[in-house]
């Protein structure tokens, strides 16, 4: 299949992060290694404003948060038990 067709239907990948975090590390990995070429990063720290945010869209307080599409998908655990399931390429290629 044409890598450039699969970039155009691919789901816009959202991360909310945090400094000094290894969870957000293993989570921007994870999903670059499942080809996700450009993942939106937003930070979190010194901003109150985008904290409240996530947490509007999210419900939790802790980061990562993650989205696929318009889909909250949760935090690095979440995030690995999709790929471990083999459900994570249904989401980012709908």
Not at 29 to 58: C, H, T, W, Y
Request: glycine residues 10%.
């Amino acid at each position: 299949m044409n890598i450039g067709i699969l970039e155009e239907i691919m789901q816009t990948v959202t991360v909310y992060t945090g400094p000094y975090c290894p969870y957000c590390t293993m989570a921007k990995r994870l999903l670059q290694a499942v080809g996700v070429k450009e993942i939106n990063e937003i930070r979190i720290d010194g901003n109150p404003e985008v904290f409240a945010e996530m947490q509007q869209l999210s419900g939790q307080r802790s980061v990562p948060q993650i989205f696929i599409g318009d889909t909250h998908v949760g935090g690095f655990t979440d995030l690995y038990r999709l790929q471990q399931e083999g459900k994570l390429d249904e989401l980012l290629n709908p």
